[in-house]
């Protein structure tokens, strides 16, 4: 039987320092993806990498992965963690449980902010990956596509979405409790992604006096700030644009301090010591913590925004009750889908099985049978089969029903001695469909020739 197992590590169980390690490039993951898919025993795969979380989704033949394969395959693909134990961080989980998590992780469920919009975005585009490279077979396939609809009955179905509630809109929030009035305050926004677009929006629906874009792509820079009603600044700007502003936002996708030490020493002389609030919403981090050491430097980092979005999250939680029973609702779905994959070779099986014995039995008293006519015959066929298939329908059905196909394969096998080596679930295409084998043909009875 396919085994789907999922391994990973997030905001609640890991550091930022450790996480923005852990991140992976965009221009990384492919390797990343190639490099997992090529390990024995790995039939489908995905990475899901993002700000607040590395996931890594597999599906097997037979044996789930441990947690040592998935700290083994971190570490080599992230050659600066070396020496860094991640054991602490990881959570494995398999089977229906692997399944659950990320259904709720595709909902937003599981997010720093419950009900953020980002994360389908993101779980799609990883999917996409995964698939462009061959790496999405059919049990990702269902599960991606449960997940997506879990995602969108979530949003329609509950109210969880209908707060404008995000790692940004978090930041904005500490602005203003900062500041209380932000209607005259300079903000100094940096990153032109999504996280900075919301920042933007957000802080334009505060009111800020005036909010001030810089990016790296000029021409992506100038369209976003006319969008936003903004100003822009390109990055030769940044001493002076910091030495000018109330509080900056950092949000890029930069790889190394933008903010750092000899910066902020010249910003604040210049400023005369005046204080400056600095958020930094980016992993990895755009800003050296080390220069919390000057008196008048106010930095926050995503895990300082947890208190605000604790308050948030408190507001939602009716709401992710409800979004946790469609979760419940989507999970039996595909365990419905995965069952009914993964039973019907056994249940070919014993069906062969039995009917083989049906047929060896009627082969005994084929003297007697001969003399009778074909109508006899036929009425006789046709009661041994109807016989049989109601003695095997509780089995059929606790096969269906079973949550451990392994276990109910060994126990149908002693009970109805079939062959202990029954072939394993092929690792078929999505587009197949199992026959149903209860309504598979058996030899009839008529076809056979009569004795001379």
């Given at each position: 039987m396919l085994k789907l197992t999922l391994a990973g590590v997030n905001h609640k169980t890991t550091p930022v320092e450790i996480r923005e390690r852990l991140a992976y490039p965009k221009e990384h993951l492919n390797d990343a993806l190639k490099t997992l898919a090529s390990r024995e025993g790995i039939l489908e795969t995905f990475i899901l990498s993002t700000c607040n979380r590395v996931e890594i989704l597999t599906v097997t033949s037979h044996v789930s992965p441990d947690p040592k394969f998935f700290l083994d395959f971190l570490q080599e693909t992230h050659p600066g963690l070396q020496g860094i134990s991640l054991h602490p961080y990881l959570y494995h989980l398999t089977g229906s449980e692997a399944a659950a998590h990320f259904f709720e992780v595709s909902s937003s469920l599981d997010s720093m902010v419950i009900g953020e919009p980002q994360i389908t975005g993101q779980v799609k585009e990883a999917f996409e990956r995964a698939r462009s490279l061959d790496l999405a077979g059919p049990m990702l396939n269902q599960?991606?596509?449960r997940a997506i609809s879990t995602s969108k009955r979530v949003r329609t179905e509950t109210a969880i979405s209908h707060l404008p509630v995000s790692i940004s809109y978090a930041a904005c929030?500490?602005?203003?409790k900062i500041f209380q009035d932000m209607r005259d305050k300079s903000i100094l926004l940096l990153g032109g992604g999504d996280m900075a677009q919301l920042t933007a929006?957000?802080?334009?629906?505060?009111?800020?006096?005036?909010?001030?874009?810089?990016?790296?792509?000029?021409?992506k820079g100038q369209l976003l700030a006319k969008e936003y009603e903004a100003g822009y600044a390109s990055f030769e700007e940044l001493?002076?644009?910091?030495?000018?502003?109330?509080?900056?936002?950092?949000?890029?996708?930069?790889?190394?301090?933008i903010i750092g030490e000899d910066l902020t020493a010249t910003v604040l002389h210049r400023r005369r010591n005046k204080p400056l609030f600095l958020i930094d919403i980016a992993v990895p981090r755009n800003i050296d913590p080390a220069i919390t050491r000057h008196s008048s430097i106010f930095l926050y980092n995503i895990d300082d925004l947890k208190s605000v979005v604790e308050a948030n999250q408190r507001e939602r939680e009716?709401?992710?009750?409800?979004?946790?029973?469609?979760?419940?609702?989507?999970?039996?779905?595909?365990?419905?889908?995965?069952?009914?994959?993964?039973?019907?070779p056994l249940i070919q099986s014993l069906r062969t099985h039995t009917e083989s014995i049906r047929i060896a039995e009627l082969d005994r008293f084929q003297g007697v049978l001969a003399s009778l006519p074909p109508e006899a015959r036929e009425k006789i066929d046709i009661l041994t089969r109807s016989l049989l298939n109601k003695i095997l329908h509780p089995t059929y059905h606790t096969i269906r029903q079973s949550s451990d196909i392994d276990e109910v394969r060994e126990w149908v096998s002693k009970c109805y001695g079939l062959p202990a080596d029954l072939p394993p679930h092929e690792h078929t295409s999505e587009s197949e469909s199992a026959p149903d084998p209860e309504a598979l043909p058996s030899p009839a009875l008529?076809?056979?020739e009569s004795p001379a």
């Open positions: 599960i991606f596509q929030q500490l602005a203003r929006r957000h802080m334009k629906k505060m009111g800020v006096r005036s909010l001030t874009l810089m990016t790296r792509d000029t021409h001493e002076q644009r910091l030495v000018d502003s109330d509080m900056v936002v950092c949000s890029t996708g930069a790889d190394s301090y009716y709401e992710a009750l409800q979004a946790r029973e469609i979760v419940q609702e989507e999970l039996q779905a595909f365990a419905r889908w995965q069952a009914d994959r993964s039973t019907v008529l076809k056979r």
